[in-house]
RNA sequence: GGGCCAUUAGCUCAGUCGGUAGAGCACCUGACUUUUAAUCAGGGUGUCACAGGUUCGACUCCUGUAUGGCUCACCA
């Protein structure tokens, strides 16, 4: 089976081409033109006294038949929902009513028609004229069970729009976030703006990128890990409040959690710092959430997650100390080491106190973290584009912030320092040499936009896909992305 | 990449101890002018994921492959 060419059973996709040899034969298009939808579904059912008695136009796909010889229902369905239609052999004369017969499942229709309500008291539109708009060559899933099939409903996601109603909420319910993180944004003042998807140099994070090739230029292209750098030289240019909501792409594992490409809302403001971003990460993720969902509560696999203000906020080294009893405030790369041993890790050859401190924390408390929780004060180690914290030059003022054990927003006040960037950079550069293929490549062309001076900034990245998963109770990302990457089928 | 599991009709699924495949929906034929998972009567439409092996005989047992799911690793 390919997934393009399925082999159905020969005579229904046969009898369907048949069909439309027939329609054609008799004049009619089976692929329609044209048709001015007047009414929607959903509109006449939940105003139905304003339209009971009155003509509609409707159209949509035609989803279930009910036939009674001389009269026959069938659903329709719109992008707004489902209304049930009545033909009558009375009604529409003997040629029109035999070609109704004729349609099948999942055609698509216009509906010319007066709005009753059944014995039944369902509200229906009692069809006086109906076109066929399109002809549909293969039979839908099966109406009561719908598409279960993860791996159809992901390649042939139209499908499962179709048949699972739910599915299309969920992503009805992204783009209302998506929208109200817009909103809120610009409503203080941020500029949307479009930085490079295909960068010379992957930058901004550490991930594996994606190779690609330009022709004319006859050069290495990569797709994007992050938009940072190019944000942060907008922020030299004069921008001082910026944000992009747009694609990353990371050369890495796919999981429930990781989509090679994924959404991400990257956001800089200028004279701002970390604890600026923790304020607005705070307040637009809780207002987002009351807005879109009407309370800050939120359920996501049975557990309770209160997205109500002030959220926890807890440095690194006291969350550790918290979750393992071990105390790392030293600077003391073999003590580090021996502590996290003791805790039962193996620790790289090369790794030093941050990386350390950091990978401790990785193991033994994110999965802690359930509740909306900002973690502080990174190691430098681990945050080559942060700046220094004032107290303590080994630390980074930045924070994470986890929800539900996931990692869902990152930020930091920017390094601007193009000096300590450099030195960055060089550190990056010999990790790189000793093997760690994510470490960050030195990107001459971003220090010398720093050495023109960048203001002191915060900056902000939330992972927008988890964020909608976590808001609508989806298991996978898959379920957030209309269509995941998937491996090619090859029979 | 490792481990576990799955793959049977268009869809959702059953299939006993190894004896050559079956149910609902969909589809086809007919009946039926307010049904709604319409109903009634009749019809099975299949390379049992793919390729080998064992066997008199394989959907079933074995090996490999493909795809997917979960999980671990990876993903600061």
Redesign the pocket.
């Known amino acids: ?1 390919s997934d393009g060419n ?7 996709f046969k ?2 081409l048949e ?1 439309i040899e027939e329609l054609r034969s008799s004049g009619i298009d089976p692929f329609g033109k044209r048709f001015p939808v007047q009414d929607q579904a959903a509109e006449i059912i939940a105003d139905f006294p304003a339209y009971d008695g009155e003509e509609v136009t409707i159209a949509g796909r035609l989803t ?8 026959s ?1 069938g ?1 329709l369905q719109d992008f707004s929902g489902r209304i ?1 239609v ?1 033909a ?3 009604d529409l004369g003997s040629d029109a009513y035999e070609l109704y017969k004729k349609l ?2 999942g055609d698509i229709i216009g509906v010319r028609g007066t709005v ?7 509200i ?1 539109v ?1 069809i006086n004229s109906f076109e066929i708009l399109s002809k549909s060559l ?15 409903r ?1 390649r042939q996601r139209y499908l499962d729009l179709i048949v699972n109603p739910e599915v299309k909420e969920v992503f009805l319910k992204r783009i209302e976030i998506i929208r109200a993180i817009r909103h809120y944004l610009e409503e203080r003042g941020f500029l949307e703006v479009e930085t490079p998807m295909m960068q010379p140099l992957a930058g901004g ?4 990128p994606f190779i690609t090739h330009h022709n004319a230029l006859d050069m290495e292209l990569y797709l994007r890990i992050a938009p940072e750098l190019y944000l942060k030289r907008l922020l030299v240019g004069g921008f001082e409040k910026v944000f992009e909501i747009n694609r990353n792409f ?1 050369n ?7 989509n090679p490409e994924f959404t991400m809302l990257e956001l800089y403001q200028a004279y701002g710092d970390y604890q600026d971003m923790m304020a607005i990460t705070e307040d637009l993720i809780s207002t987002v959430t009351q807005q879109v969902f009407g309370t800050t509560k939120i359920e996501y696999d049975d557990q309770e997650i209160d997205f109500t203000v002030p959220w926890t906020r807890l440095s690194m080294m006291d969350a550790v100390e918290r979750y393992t009893g071990q105390d790392f405030s030293h600077l003391d790369t073999e003590r580090a080491r021996r502590q996290a041993v003791e805790l039962g890790m193996e620790i790289s050859a090369g790794a030093v106190w941050g990386q350390i401190l ?2 401790v924390f ?1 193991t033994y408390v994110e999965e802690k973290l359930i509740q909306p929780t900002f973690i502080t004060g ?1 190691p430098v180690d ?4 942060a700046k220094r914290s004032q107290e303590n030059p080994s630390l980074t003022d930045r924070f994470e912030l986890f929800i539900n054990s996931w990692e869902l927003a ?1 930020a930091f006040t920017e390094l601007n320092d193009p000096l300590d960037q450099r030195k960055r950079f060089e550190q990056q550069m010999d990790e790189r040499a000793r093997g ?1 293929e ?1 470490a ?1 490549a030195m990107d001459e062309d971003f220090v010398t936009a720093l050495e023109y001076g960048m203001p002191p900034a915060g900056g902000l990245g939330i992972g927008i896909d988890r964020l909608v998963m976590i808001l609508t109770n989806a ?2 990302i ?1 379920d957030v992305i209309l269509f ?1 990457t ?2 090619t ?3």
């Open positions: 089976m399925r082999e159905e059973s020969p005579d229904l009898v369907r069909k279930a038949k009910r036939g009674h010889g001389k009269a229902f659903d049930q009545y009558r052999l009375n099948d499942i009753f309500r059944t014995r039944k008291q369902e229906t009692a293969r039979p839908l899933p099966e109406k009561w069970h719908g598409l279960k099939d993860i791996d159809l992901y994070a550490a991930a594996r990371r890495e594992g796919i999981s429930t959690k990781h950091n990978e990785e990174h681990v945050s080559p584009l990152n760690d994510e960050h298991p996978s898959r995941p998937m491996r089928r090859e029979c």
